[in-house]
């Protein structure tokens, strides 16, 4: 008996609900222009907040993507720390002291150099592979085509261990290349193209400064892909054979090390910072004069700009929002307001309060979607037009769209819950004797 009258009662509120969302959607095609006003603020603010989220996750995205490019466990020393500053055994940390940046100080500090790299290659015993890095730029030469200022990066063994070395024609370097110094390159897609054109590059013979080089092989083409090395348009070649280029004695470069298994993270860095103060003949007392980088540091620095990033966005984006809100808010009062005799005619004839609630919620809440759903799209085609070639992939995401869709429903519930509540509070008798 009881489930009987439950369904039925279910029935004519379905039955009510049904007839109140259609009375919601007449009202809104009655006043076109009512509605597009609604529609333009709350497309505004949604087409500003998933367009910031937007360009903010690609950035992130390509950004987050090349710095993975040694791996999270990968510890670069160099003279200067990667971001904010330094603590007292030279660990980079997020914060920046009161004098700022202090780049006066690291400046004076010697180049981390081969001799560096040679000393702790030799006496670690923690490292599963260590490498080096020196960068030069020099003229490079094929036939009648030319590069200035190209990119040299002079590597030692080990590398291909620290970062993705992924080619699209020929080899990488033998260990007798490498320990020899052979006159070979790798070169990537952008000085091929610059040099050779369609034509393959592997096999061919071209000048570096005053120095003959073959290429043996083509990295493949990185692209939106942001990294700590730019092998698009670099020249890799072995470290032994850089010597031969120029002096590289006092050459600033960056040391690459990653531990061997099972060596936990603070054995692995004391053991680099204890090395190399040795190879420097540091003191006790003495402060370190090289930094001793964590990629995981470099990554949660990144996380935290974006993660600050995502905050402004969003506090800029709350204003379009807010504006969208309160015209809705306000269209909904002009409603309940053109409505009060129609309510008291409901309400007489026996209509409850959730359903002229449901009423304006319903207005209200399909107001602020439609308006998300034309913001979204307005992001879709600012996206569609962005042009593949200025370096940053710019991708829609779901969550972005659910996120926009989620907060346009929120909005909207919001903006009509007060017109709503006074409408369906109106006495029947005062809302039909109302003129």
Do not use: H
Request: overall charge neutral; glycine content about 10%; hydrophobic content about 45%.
């Amino acid at each position: 008996m009881a489930i009987g009258k439950i369904y039925k009662r279910s029935v004519i509120i379905a039955k009510l609900l049904t007839e109140s969302i259609s009375f919601a959607f007449s009202q809104l095609r009655s006043d076109k222009l009512r509605t597009f006003l609604s529609l333009f603020g709350v497309s505004i603010g949604i087409f500003s907040i998933v367009a910031i989220l937007t360009a903010i996750d690609s950035l992130k995205g390509v950004i987050m993507e090349g710095l993975k490019t040694f791996g999270s466990d990968a510890v670069i020393i160099q003279r200067f720390p990667m971001a904010g500053g330094e603590d007292e055994d030279g660990n980079a940390v997020m914060e920046v002291g009161e004098d700022g940046f202090k780049w006066w100080e690291y400046l004076k500090r010697p180049a981390v150099t081969a001799e560096d790299y040679a000393f702790l290659k030799e006496n670690t015993r923690y490292s599963y592979a260590i490498s080096f890095m020196v960068q030069l730029s020099a003229e490079v030469k094929y036939q009648r085509n030319s590069i200035s200022g190209c990119g040299i990066s002079c590597v030692a063994s080990d590398w291909e261990k620290m970062t993705k070395v992924e080619l699209s024609a020929g080899r990488y370097f033998s260990a007798e290349e490498l320990s020899r110094g052979g006159n070979v390159a790798v070169i990537g897609s952008e000085v091929a193209d610059e040099l050779f054109g369609e034509g393959d590059p592997v096999g061919k013979r071209i000048k570096i400064g005053a120095k003959d080089a073959y290429v043996i092989g083509k990295f493949k083409e990185q692209g939106d892909e942001l990294s700590l090395v730019d092998t698009d348009n670099s020249i890799f070649v072995p470290l032994n054979f850089g010597k031969y280029m120029m002096n590289l004695r006092e050459k600033n470069g960056v040391i690459v090390a990653k531990p061997a298994e099972g060596v936990s993270e603070t054995d692995f860095q004391d053991e680099l910072r204890n090395l190399m103060r040795a190879r420097r003949r540091l003191r006790p007392g003495d402060k370190n004069d090289f930094s001793v980088n964590k990629m995981t540091f470099l990554l949660s620095f990144v996380q935290n700009i974006f993660s600050s990033l995502n905050m402004a966005g969003w506090v800029i984006a709350g204003f379009s929002l807010l504006i969208g809100g309160f015209g809705i808010a306000n269209i909904m009062f002009v409603s309940v307001k053109e409505r009060t005799n129609m309510i008291g005619i409901q309400k007489a004839l026996g209509a409850k309060k959730y359903v002229i609630l449901t009423q304006f919620l319903t207005e209200a809440a399909f107001l602020a979607i439609t308006g998300g759903l034309i913001g979204i799209l307005m992001v879709w085609l600012v996206v569609l037009a962005v042009p593949e070639d200025i370096g940053l992939a710019m991708r829609l995401s779901l969550s972005n769209i659910l996120s926009g869709v989620a907060i346009a429903s929120v909005i909207g519930v919001l903006a009509g819950f007060i017109p709503a509540r006074i409408g369906a509070g109106l006495n029947p008798v005062d809302a039909i004797n109302s003129k």
